[in-house]
């Protein structure tokens, strides 16, 4: 139920990406919940549009390893959403939700097969530069809770009705990407 690839991304590629984000457009990042709108309860972070060259990378690396991706969670995919960059600041969080569901304003939520996470630094062990406290990516699976350290350049896949969080950053920063595989057509 959980899919990682060390390394998706290389410590330049990271870098690069991260430093595209600090010059693209910034909004609040909304909710999928009855619509779509900003929940400051439920979720502290923003949606970051980078230059177009960033996002170009970012979506040719991704459909190198849709088979591989697939194979790891046993599902066959249609078309990908399109890549999301996220920023998380200190106090940034996302609680509990699903990234597959049904809502008039949003429908292809319902087609989301396979969640995509692909983390742009780490979470602290020491005093790395760009690194964070807290931001972990939380699974609830049925054998029980999974939580994941951000590391940069790791890619991790999870089926899209998997309920899961992003705890709060304690300190720094903590930038992501976000994608969802589509089931394939019947």
């Known amino acids: 139920m959980l899919f990682r690839h060390h390394g998706f991304l290389t410590p330049n590629e990271c870098l690069f990406l991260r430093r595209a984000m600090d010059q693209g457009t910034v909004e609040a990042a909304e909710v999928l919940r009855d619509g ?13 549009e980078p230059a177009e060259r960033a996002i170009e990378l970012v979506e040719s690396r991704l459909e190198t390893c849709r088979e591989l991706i697939g194979v790891g969670l046993c599902l066959e995919f249609g078309e990908r959403e399109g890549a999301g960059f996220v920023r998380y600041p200190a106090g940034g969080f996302y609680r509990a939700h699903r990234d597959r569901g049904t809502d008039a304003q949003w429908p292809d939520a319902a087609r989301r097969a396979a969640s995509v996470v692909i983390f742009l630094n780490s ?8 690194g964070f406290d807290g931001g972990l990516l939380r699974l609830f699976l049925p054998e029980g809770e999974v939580d994941v350290r951000p590391e940069a350049g790791l890619l991790v896949a999870f089926p899209s009705d998997v309920l899961h969080e992003v705890t709060e950053v304690l300190g720094g920063t903590r930038d992501a990407i976000v994608d969802w595989f589509y089931f394939a057509p019947r």
Do not use: Q, T, Y
């Open 36 to 48: 779509i709108r900003r929940r400051p309860l439920a979720r502290n972070a923003s949606l970051v």
């Open 123 to 130: 979470a602290r062990r020491d005093a790395r530069e760009g």
